[in-house]
């Protein structure tokens, strides 16, 4: 049974493939400090609690990162725990894709995976919105290959900096709020957030579509999607299982090379 691992700056998502499928799956915070053992007992846990499969089941894994440090330890749990060496996602090790930008080694693993993933399920071209500690905008090609994008801050991210900067600014949960103009602080600072993220998304595909110059079909992911499912109306697909698709994809390749 494979393990795939998606590694972002927040959280870490493994999930159990079998037969191509995803049959199990849990979210924890990303640490690079884990040690491999330490992943070992937090999933055998989660197994425990699922009651469904072992950790002796695993056969192999799969792993995209975007925080390096935490590698050195995946690895050893892998070597360890999996069946042997982990399958890593870079620019070079993702058979089937051709990665046209300037410095391809610049490019996260994530971004790569999630294109792979869009471009097996809704052919191309796509623009694949991700959204997480940044928001991510991937366009992909008709062939699947990646052509580049736009890297712009996370929701998240705009609330923490509200809170930080401003003395007086509590600290808000994110959820729609029930009309633009706010009528109390929390009220205005959600319809800030909320509206001004929504529009964020919806500004900058016109400029991608209008730039690419060709119909694109737009697809959201990322733990924060769901937010704005009936918000954003230029994006066609939510897909939350996008990034373990790509994976499960990009490990079908590498097997078969």
Request: charged share 20%; glycine share 10%; with cysteine.
């Amino acid at each position: 049974m494979l393990l795939a691992l998606d590694v972002g700056n927040t959280n870490t998502v493994f999930a159990l493939i079998d037969g191509g499928e995803p049959v199990a799956q849990w979210r924890a915070s990303t640490s690079s400090q884990w040690t491999a053992d330490e992943y070992a007992v937090w999933l055998s846990q989660m197994l425990s609690i699922d009651g469904t499969f072992k950790l002796t089941d695993l056969t192999d894994c799969i792993i995209s990162t975007v925080v390096p440090q935490s590698l050195f330890n995946l690895r050893n749990f892998a070597r360890r725990y999996c069946g042997g060496e982990p399958m890593i996602v870079d620019e070079k090790s993702v058979p089937g894709i051709e990665v046209r930008i300037d410095r391809p080694s610049e490019v996260g693993a994530d971004r790569l995976v999630n294109a792979v993933g869009a471009h097996v399920k809704y052919g191309g071209p796509l623009v694949v919105v991700d959204s997480g500690t940044a928001t991510n905008f991937d366009v992909v090609g008709e062939d699947g290959a990646f052509l580049g994008g736009i890297i712009a801050p996370g929701i998240n991210l705009s609330m923490q900096a509200l809170h930080t900067a401003a003395a007086r600014l509590p600290r808000i949960a994110i959820e729609r709020p029930p009309k633009v103009i706010g009528t109390t602080t929390v009220g205005a600072m959600q319809a800030g957030v909320f509206w001004g993220y929504v529009d964020l998304i919806e500004g900058l595909l016109a400029r991608i579509r209008e730039e690419f110059g060709a119909p694109m079909k737009v697809v959201a992911t990322g733990g924060i999607s769901s937010l704005y499912k009936d918000a954003a109306k230029t994006i066609d697909y939510f897909d939350p299982d996008l990034t373990i698709r790509g994976l499960t994809e990009i490990a079908r390749r590498i097997r078969s090379a």
